[in-house]
């Protein structure tokens, strides 16, 4: 079982990670309708992260950033995959790579918060649906 903390914590830095890389992605995409989708998902992580950040300071829950690495990483990862091909059905599919791995990780923080704060779950819950809906509205560029 997780905690309050952790819960709060793993929806900030999820929604900072897919943040991040949305704003990596906007610097290669120039097709105004991907762009505009991309633009419309980095908003929603911006919500959660404002949502997150406002909760922990209410409970007094100390904020763990995502991990400087990670970002960097994710980054390059980005830059190279995307050396040849930077079209909106390549990039798309990068960004459907990255919510799985947010969905799966937010599936099994959920299932091991079992007993939490209803109001910090409902939080997750939105995240993760935030990025199943990502996958979904992706999956038209591909």
Known sequence: MISDADMLN????????GRAGILD?????EDSSFRQSLNQQ???YETLMSQAGSMMRSRH???EEASPMAKISSQMM???KSLGDRSPSHLAEMMI???TMGVTK??????DYQHGDSEIRHLAEKLLATEQAN???MKTYL
């Open 10 to 17: 793993h929806v900030y830095q999820a929604a900072d990670m």
């Open 25 to 29: 992605l906007l610097k290669l995409a």
């Open 42 to 44: 980095l908003a929603e």
């Open 61 to 63: 829950i100390q904020r």
């Open 78 to 80: 980005t830059t190279v």
């Open 97 to 99: 790579q990255g919510n």
């Open 106 to 111: 937010s599936i099994k923080h959920l299932n």
């Open 135 to 137: 996958i979904d509205q």
